[in-house]
């Protein structure tokens, strides 16, 4: 029989108990994956255009260990990204912030400019410390919708925000209301951005705050979930997990990924 797992890039967290039909199918691999098909649909972009510019990569010293999550640009001085990225497992506490540093429009080896980051703000009923998780690499489902944080910059950064958009689950369920994209920086290219565009985006309603979506991703905690309509670009959530069929010395099938809503994140940033 097989059950659901959650990932948490890089834990990975098992729940027992099914969360609805596969949204997408893919053959079972003896490793998680993000990727939702048989072809891999993110494509590298040029961080030299906006939106594309305002996405970041932050870099995070764990100890002596870095950990690389993906960032927005949301203020001047401001980046949106997923609070997990500041977890430091090994001391059961979270990174100072001037262990926390950003990079905008990262491509290879050019950039549009980075900062340290001074401060940062994140749900204070977000449980991520061991004992708050069911086993010591797995974290309460639950807790997706707290898995955000902002980050306040020492230096501005010279870029144009993208702004962030409360969406609806009778938005969605009223047809597309333009086209959906993530972009990040993953685990298997940390150096450029990566862009899944047409992903397809679903809410319930009895899970506010929670976005879930079918756009591949691999390791790309706290990139951002866009929507594009006519010429604009806005944030409508972040990425934060991949539920996956696991089936015992078959292996792991990805059946969708879920992100933290916007609509639980703008309270913090008016």
């Known amino acids: 029989m097989s059950r659901s797992v959650y990932v948490f890039f890089p834990l990975l967290a098992i729940v027992g108990a099914l969360f609805g039909p596969a949204l997408g199918e893919r053959a079972y691999s003896n490793a998680p994956t993000g990727i939702f098909g048989e072809k891999d649909q993110r494509v590298q972009i040029s961080s030299d255009r906006w939106p594309w510019v305002a996405i970041g990569r932050i870099n995070v010293i764990a100890g002596t260990t870095p950990q690389l999550c993906t960032g927005t640009v949301i203020g001047s001085r401001r980046v949106l990204t997923a609070a997990q990225c500041l977890f430091d497992g090994r001391i059961n506490d ?136 006519d010429d604009g670009a806005t944030v409508i959530g972040i990425h934060s997990s991949i539920v996956y069929d696991f089936e015992p010395q078959v292996g792991y099938r990805p059946k969708f990924a879920q992100g933290v809503s916007v609509g639980e994140i703008e309270p913090a940033v008016r």
């Open 94 to 229: 979270w990174v100072k912030p001037s262990s926390v540093h950003v990079v905008a429009g990262q491509d290879k080896d050019k950039n549009l400019g980075h900062s340290a980051v001074e401060s940062f703000l994140k749900p204070a009923d977000f449980a991520y410390r061991l004992q708050d998780r069911p086993r010591w690499d797995a974290i309460d489902p639950k807790m997706i919708r707290r898995n955000w944080a902002i980050l306040s910059l020492r230096n501005e950064l010279p870029v144009k925000p993208i702004p962030l958009r409360i969406i609806t689950s009778s938005e969605l369920s009223a047809g597309s209301p333009g086209e959906f994209a993530l972009a990040g920086y993953a685990a298997d290219r940390e150096y450029v951005l990566s862009v899944h565009r047409g992903c397809a985006i679903t809410m319930d309603d009895s899970d506010p705050g929670v976005l879930t979506h079918m756009c591949d991703t691999v390791g790309q905690s706290g990139a951002p979930i866009l929507l594009f309509k």
